[in-house]
């Protein structure tokens, strides 16, 4: 047994000494010849079917001979089951991104299209989430933001106007405050469990507290975490929590489902949604009826703020760098963003979609709010950071609510973690 | 038998009838062919196995070891000497989730003598025994996606056992949501879904209990706690050894379902393990290089785990 030992130090032994090769392998691969191989966490969607019919017939109509395959993979393996095939330089063609981070971390993997994608530039709307050090890596399907979503049903019952929101956090909090006396909901539906939590409430409730000026710069890349605006959203993070605003158990309610079922319930009056996918304002038109789902702009904290929609291109189909003819893959993405596409993807899926073409002024007050906000908004605060700096916000955000870490100390480590990605 | 078929011992008669032995065919050369076979053999016969070893086992253990000295990202590929072990060791994540480890080694008397006790009052015919041991072995037939999320539910902060505590007048507990409490609530689960096994294995070595050792003590008057100190345990010291090494193999490889279902790492990264930890820096954050780094630390922990195993192992075999 001792020798066995040693055989196994002296196998290893000799290695420690090098550091060669690469953990990541060199890049090769692609699809074949006449296919294009299409990743993605949507096509076997039953909403999304006709979406993808109608992107694979106006691609068959400009390239009769190329098959398209699309490999539907489960969403909450999708970056890593990507990351995997990245490193091994053998993956898709044509790829499906959440905007900001996670597509900005893979750039090195992903062809630049914006010449490509000149003529859509105009319909389209959402880049800047698909793009890093001036290149376009995406083409946007669908428009992700965080609107602040409201139950017109419990504030007439607290006797409020159900028209007429806050517009100021005081006058919010007096709402809460008035709701919460009369019907026994919570302010806040919150989920944290994934530390998401955290990032819909810098998103949502930062354009009320960061002057225009400032909201520019962070996005701009230049963020100073401790000025007194990014101080006061997350000291409202950990006051919210210890005034009773939110939900029971937080940091165990997870965002997705439980926290927007919460909403769903009538159990909450606000929650932070999304626009796209699920969250949003078709899922709890569902539940709360489509009349009774408000959407307000972020109450004003700061009056110097100017409260506009959060909003950014919410997934998009990227180039793999390896395609062998990123021409036919370029053109694979413009089908799957062309009108027809996106208009049934928003008919199916309850999807915003990215062409400021589609007419959606029918699908009740929530939507028609949040179209009309659409010209003037701008990219949300929490899509500008890396992921490990999101990862890390997460973690924090717990530890703000179980109060083993201060604000000031939260913003000094997030300071440091954006600053070295 | 027909004699052709014994050519060889057998002795013939020839023509003139005398018996002679028959004179071995076989020449120096052949004699040398077969001991040569004979001495490749072995060497055949493992070399399947050796192979696969080899090039499945220590060769991908080798690459591993060695990409932890390379970097991620824009490093890709280069030597960084021992960079990525100083970010694992400045991570908090990675200290939480080796001191998860420590917690699970000290958790592990428990995890081996709840099996132990429950087998030992159904070896005791305790009313209902037939009941209780199909009972405690069901969970072990569930994979631990529906474990957790069973437990998600009872576990939630508005759910059945929140309101069980409530109903006798104690505080709801945030069981997933407490850093101090989830990695134990995520343990307990774990032990309730697994402990249907070495239960088994109790069982089947009680059937090795000489029966009348216990009779005999019973005779002589003593109590239960007694009996089970001095006859139960001391005759099933192999078997406790056997249940010890594979509950610590369980609680060190197999808890990754149970943490991406119940908790995902949280909160606050208390419920990280090094699993977990390597799965989240290679797939999720990007980062191959420093999840081999964390292979390779976690392979050194289950090396010096397996080798003390196995010495304690051999001590107490020798006690036999």
Redesign the interface.
């Known amino acids: 047994?001792k020798r066995r030992?040693l055989w196994?130090t002296a196998?290893?032994a000799p290695?420690?000494l090098?550091?060669?090769?690469?953990?990541?392998g060199p890049d090769s691969g692609g699809g074949g010849g006449d296919t294009l191989v299409v990743w993605d966490w949507k096509s076997g969607d039953e909403t999304a079917k006709s979406y993808i019919e109608q992107a694979k017939a106006d691609f068959a109509e400009k390239h009769p001979g190329v098959e398209v395959e699309f490999v539907a993979q489960p969403f909450d393996?999708y970056?890593?089951?990507l990351?995997?095939a990245?490193?091994s330089g053998e993956g898709p063609d044509v790829m499906l991104f959440n905007g900001g981070g996670q597509l900005r971390?893979?750039t090195?993997a992903l062809l630049p299209l914006e010449d490509y994608l000149v003529e859509d530039m105009e319909r389209l709307a959402g880049w800047e989430a698909f793009t890093a050090d001036g290149h376009v890596y995406a083409a946007p399907v669908t428009l992700q933001g965080h609107p602040i979503y409201y139950n017109k049903a419990l504030y007439e019952q607290a006797g409020l106007d159900p028209e007429a929101p806050a517009a100021t956090w005081d006058a919010f909090l007096a709402n809460c405050e008035q709701i919460t006396e009369a019907t026994g909901a919570d302010c806040f539906a919150m989920g944290n469990?994934?530390?998401i939590g955290i990032q819909f409430f810098l998103s949502g409730i930062g354009p009320g507290v960061l002057a225009p000026a400032e909201y520019d710069a962070w996005i701009a890349g230049e963020r100073d975490w401790t000025s007194p605006g990014v101080r006061r959203i997350f000291e409202l993070w950990v006051e919210a929590e210890q005034a009773g605003l939110n939900n029971?158990?937080?940091?165990?309610?997870a965002m997705f489902n439980?926290e927007f079922a919460i909403f769903d319930a009538g159990e909450a009056a606000h929650v932070i949604g999304l626009m796209s996918d699920v969250g949003h304002w078709k899922d709890f038109g569902e539940f709360l009826g489509a009349e009774n789902v408000g959407v307000m702009p972020a109450p004003l904290v700061n009056p110097g703020a100017a409260p506009s929609l959060p909003y950014d291109g919410g997934i998009g189909y990227g180039v793999a760098e390896w395609t062998e003819d990123p021409e036919l893959a370029a053109d694979l993405v413009r089908s799957l963003s062309s009108t027809k596409a996106l208009e049934a993807f928003y008919a199916d899926a309850g999807a915003i979609a990215a062409d400021t073409t589609i007419d959606a002024s029918g699908a009740g007050p929530a939507t028609a709010a949040i179209v009309a906000e659409l010209p003037t908004g701008k990219p949300a605060l929490h899509v500008a950071l890396s992921?490990?700096t999101l990862?890390l916000m997460?973690?924090l955000s717990?530890?703000l609510l179980?109060g083993?870490v201060t604000v000031d100390d939260a913003l000094g480590q997030l300071a440091a973690s954006d600053q070295a990605g | 038998m027909p004699s052709t078929s014994t050519p060889l011992r057998a002795p013939v008669r020839d023509r003139s009838g005398t018996p002679t032995p028959r004179r071995r065919v076989r020449s120096g050369r052949g004699a040398a062919g077969r001991s040569r076979s004979e001495r490749l053999a072995p060497y055949l016969l493992v070399a399947p196995a050796a192979l696969i070893i080899g090039v499945f086992r220590l060769y991908p253990l080798a690459l591993g070891v060695n990409f932890s000295f390379t970097g991620d990202g824009d490093r890709n590929g280069q030597a960084v000497g021992l960079d990525n072990y100083t970010a694992l060791f400045d991570d908090p994540l990675f200290i939480a989730s080796m001191r998860n480890v420590g917690l699970l080694v000290l958790l592990l008397p428990v995890a081996v003598a709840i099996p132990g006790l429950l087998a030992t009052f159904i070896y005791l015919r305790v009313p209902g025994h037939r009941v209780y041991r199909s009972v405690y072995f069901f969970p072990a037939v569930l994979s631990p996606v529906i474990i957790g999320a069973i437990f998600n539910l009872l576990l939630a902060f508005d759910g059945p056992a929140n309101a069980l505590l409530g109903a006798v007048g104690l505080g709801p507990v945030d069981w997933l949501g407490d850093p101090g409490i989830a990695m134990y609530a995520v343990v307990g689960v774990h032990i309730w879904a697994t402990f249907g096994m070495a239960l088994v294995v109790f069982l089947a070595g009680f059937a090795t209990l000489d029966v009348s050792l216990i009779d005999a003590a019973r005779v002589d008057g003593a109590s239960l706690p007694k009996v089970v100190r001095h006859v139960i345990v001391p005759g099933l010291s192999r078997t406790i050894q056997f249940v010890v090494v594979t509950t610590m193999i369980g609680m060190l490889t197999s808890m990754f379902g149970l943490l991406y279902v119940m908790t995902g790492g949280g909160p606050e990264g208390s419920t990280y393990l090094p699993e977990y930890y390597i799965w989240f820096q290679q797939g999720q954050m990007g980062r191959p290089a420093l999840a081999s780094a964390a292979s390779t630390v976690l392979f050194g922990v289950m090396l010096v785990v397996g080798l003390a195993q196995i010495a304690v192992l051999r001590r107490a075999g020798r006690e036999d």
């Not at chain 1, 090098?18 to 990541?24: F, I, K, M, Q």
């Not at chain 1, 029971?248 to 309610?253: A, E, F, K, L, R």
């Open positions: 047994m030992a196994s196998l290893i290695l420690a090098y550091g060669c090769g690469s953990a990541a393996q970056y890593n089951l990351g995997t990245i490193q971390d893979r090195d469990k994934e530390g029971d158990g937080v940091n165990s309610t439980d992921a490990e990862e997460g973690r717990q530890q179980s083993s």
